[in-house]
């Protein structure tokens, strides 16, 4: 189990990890879009090589400078799992902002309040994912949260007032270098992405070092080769997100083959076309797309597991291709280790940078776990290790994860506070009740109960709640909420 990584590129930027890769084989390919692109967001399937993603970063880095956004200004983005999510990320980061990635279902209501505290100057959302309308949403947030002055997006059918993006995947000279700050580049904040706690929606700052810690577990641990491919079914909307997927791309400088939601066909197709490559996906779908012989071709799997607790009770993995388990805690850190001989999950040892805290949860600390609050606040922890809110037990010389933080709904990657969704549904419906069931691939899924669901549901959807919350009524399923 690597919980630090190496230490060689801790003091290189993301753009200059991506920049050293460019260098290397700027005429290879370096992002490839879903096959099936256009049934859920707008275009074709796009495929960039690193020269012509160096120019679509720089294109993106000049029209947030044209828009008049400043050194440190913090750039909401919510985009499905394509390409324009790594090209926005890289943009931000190369023209000196703080790219604060959402979960693509956040809908206006959790967007408003995750925004409101860390203040945003703009959003970068596409105009169709799904049934959903992000480029809508983004306006409809914007109008709650006076700093944000721009909406920036990509697609067709855009609302009036939003900034199109689509052109920067055009020729330009518009080619920029990240600006420059006082100090280490890696030290600065790069990305802020949101946990949840019992006290709602918490803001949490990395910087480029801590996100390289974060992806070096992964890219050692798996023992990925320079030049590997990888295929990722996990946006880049959250730490994990991140670490599993951009990170061991720029490590590697491969080609990263992007997968939206869970389309087994899609998925095969992308595997058949990249059939070395390193495949990342969620932990639940893993023995499911086994059975379905969906797996064959792939040689290293990597799996995230965001209810940890889930892993100890796992199938015992048989087959041929390596298997990583990656245990997420939120948005606080990753344990990634190998399957045992047995097949079975890698114990988490006692001591070092784990502990239990009297409490009886887990704690982390190290290179890739946030030190300080955000914006620029005091340290997270006088003793450097913060409490991830998982109870686990103590067995002989290691532990094992028991259950999720207190109070926290998990369903896929998305978590909800259980009292202020009980508060939310009791407000629009005293007599609707709405709880979370067991599923298969999920963990959970919420499950709701309204004498009139479809009046719930609009007064739901009218206050811009998430979609998740409003399906649990209207009978709407969503598997693909990784």
Not at 356 to 369: D, F, I, K
Not at 411 to 420: C, E, M
Not at 454 to 467: E, M, V
């Amino acid at each position: 189990m690597i919980l630090d990584g190496d230490t060689t590129t801790s003091g290189a930027t993301l753009d200059e990890l991506f920049r050293r890769a460019g260098v290397r084989a700027s005429q290879a390919l370096a992002l490839c879009d879903p096959p099936n692109r256009a049934s859920f967001t707008d275009g074709a399937p796009r495929t960039l090589t690193y020269g012509e993603a160096d120019r679509a970063i720089s294109t993106l880095a000049a029209r947030l400078h044209a828009l008049g956004l400043k050194t440190d200004a913090v750039v909401a983005i919510q985009l499905p799992n394509t390409v324009e999510s790594v090209i926005a990320l890289l943009g931000v980061l190369r023209a000196g902002m703080i790219a604060a990635p959402l979960p693509l279902l956040w809908a206006q209501h959790e967007i408003v309040a995750a925004l409101r505290g860390i203040g945003a100057k703009a959003m970068i959302a596409c105009g169709r994912a799904g049934a959903e309308q992000p480029a809508k949403t983004a306006m409809l947030a914007a109008a709650e949260l006076f700093p944000i002055r721009h909406v920036c997006a990509f697609g067709g059918n855009l609302p009036d007032g939003v900034v199109p993006l689509d052109d920067v995947f055009a020729s330009s000279n518009d080619l920029v270098h990240a600006s420059v700050r006082p100090g280490p580049a890696a030290a600065h904040i790069a990305v802020v992405t949101f946990d949840v706690s019992a006290a709602g929606i918490v803001p949490v700052a990395r910087n480029a070092a801590q996100l390289t810690a974060g992806g070096n577990s992964i890219f050692l641990e798996a023992a990925l080769p320079q030049g590997a491919n990888i295929i990722s079914t996990i946006p880049p909307s959250s730490f994990a997100g991140i670490a599993l997927s951009v990170m061991p791309w720029l490590l590697a400088g491969g080609t990263l083959a992007l997968h939206h939601g869970c389309d087994p066909g899609a998925l095969y197709e992308q595997s058949e076309t990249f059939p070395d490559a390193a495949l990342v996906l969620p932990g639940p779908a893993l023995v499911p797309l086994a059975e379905a012989g969906q797996l064959l071709a792939c040689k290293v799997l990597i799996a995230l597991w965001r209810a940890p607790e889930r892993l100890a009770g796992c199938t015992p993995w048989y087959h041929n291709a390596a298997l990583i388990d990656v245990a997420a805690f939120g948005e606080i850190g990753l344990l990634a280790s190998p399957r045992d001989a047995n097949g079975k999950p890698a114990a988490i040892p006692i001591g070092g940078k784990i502990m239990r805290t009297r409490a009886g949860t887990l704690a982390l600390r190290g290179p890739m776990v946030p030190t300080r609050a955000f914006p620029a606040g005091k340290a997270l922890s006088p003793d450097d290790f913060i409490d991830t809110g998982f109870t686990c037990a103590i067995e002989g010389d290691v532990l094992a994860v028991t259950s999720p933080p207190a109070g926290i709904t998990a369903v896929g990657g998305y978590r909800f506070v259980q009292d202020a969704l009980d508060a939310l549904i009791a407000e629009a419906d005293p007599a609707a009740t709405l709880m979370a069931v067991p599923n298969g691939l999920l963990g959970q899924r919420l499950a709701g109960r309204s004498v009139d669901p479809q009046t719930l549901t609009a007064a739901l959807q009218g206050r811009g709640i998430n979609p998740l919350i409003t399906g649990a009524f209207s009978g709407r399923r969503r598997a693909s909420a990784a």
